[in-house]
């Protein structure tokens, strides 16, 4: 990692992302920046308005998240989700975050997807239509997950 010349963030070498926010991506469509995010359309958005909001540090993943950045990304995301509204007026909207390969992440610097959704769009369902877990399996995880959710309260 190295502190980037032109805003003092924290960028990694190689990350697409940070190229965005040092502004070496010469193609970003870039719709907001502040101290601490920027927001721009992906390349190949899924839908029209599809827009990434980003923190300006290099994060990987939502595991590597402090909480005041969680914030920050929390509260530009709404503001950005409104305005996405107003400007696409789209019949719903989803807000996607994805960590890890296996659930699609495919940039490892953390972002938060804004994608306005009409029925006429291509990028259909995002979850499955039914499951076949058990009400043992289901009860199991339950457990382990109230567990550590109590291990949360007291850090």
Known sequence: MVVGPRCGSIVTNGCP?????QREAPDT???????????????????L?????????????????DEETASRLA??????????????????????Q????VATQTVFHLHVHIV????????????????????TQKDEIWELIRRECGRVVRE
């Open 17 to 21: 992302f940070c190229e965005i926010v």
């Open 29 to 47: 469509r870039e719709v907001y920046r502040d101290e601490h995010t920027v927001a721009f359309f992906p390349l190949e958005p899924a839908t």
């Open 49 to 65: 308005g599809h827009t990434l909001v980003v923190p300006r540090n290099h994060v990987p993943d939502i595991w590597s998240l």
């Open 75 to 96: 509260r530009i995301t709404l503001r950005l989700s409104h305005a996405v509204r107003r400007a696409t007026r789209p019949e719903g909207l989803n807000i996607i």
């Open 98 to 101: 994805s960590n890890g390969k």
């Open 116 to 135: 306005p959704r009409w029925s006429t769009d291509k990028l259909g369902r995002i979850w499955p239509p039914e499951t076949s877990y058990s009400e």
